[in-house]
């Protein structure tokens, strides 16, 4: 079975080997590190495709962790156990998303976010 993956943007290089760290204790597996930050006119499809070797890292105020390979109980047990203070955007690879470059990917994940806590602030 392949290794666990995980692309991050937003995170300097110190706290995504904290939070690859933190993942690897709580689900028992290896997780690959693949930095995306400063990347945002690169396709998400060759960020994956250069893999970690070509990783950059930087802290921005926003952050997000895609997940590459994760099952359902793994992402339940993410979910669960992230710690609620440092909760990045978390988001899957999908069919669209990998064609998409970062900028627009991270602008659509913002708008999502934007999106489901007005819907969470008039329950």
């Known amino acids: 079975m392949p290794p666990l993956g995980l692309m991050t ?4 290089e110190g706290s995504a080997k904290n939070v690859q760290s933190m993942l690897e204790a709580m689900l028992g597996s290896e997780i690959v590190i693949i930095g995306a930050s400063n990347k945002d006119d690169t396709l998400v499809s060759q960020i994956l495709e250069e893999g970690p ?3 950059t890292f930087e802290d ?3 952050k997000m962790l895609m997940l590459l390979g994760f099952d359902d109980e793994q992402v339940k047990i993410l979910l669960k156990n992230f710690p609620k203070k440092e909760r990045p955007i978390f988001c899957g690879l999908t069919d669209e998303n990998i064609k998409w470059d970062m900028k627009y990917l991270m ?3 913002l708008e999502e976010k934007k999106y489901w806590e007005s819907q969470g602030k008039r329950n």
């Not at 943007?9 to 300097?12: E, I, Q, R, S």
């Open 9 to 12: 943007y937003g995170y300097d």
């Open 53 to 55: 070797n070509s990783s």
């Open 60 to 62: 921005h105020q926003n």
């Open 107 to 109: 602008k659509h994940l």
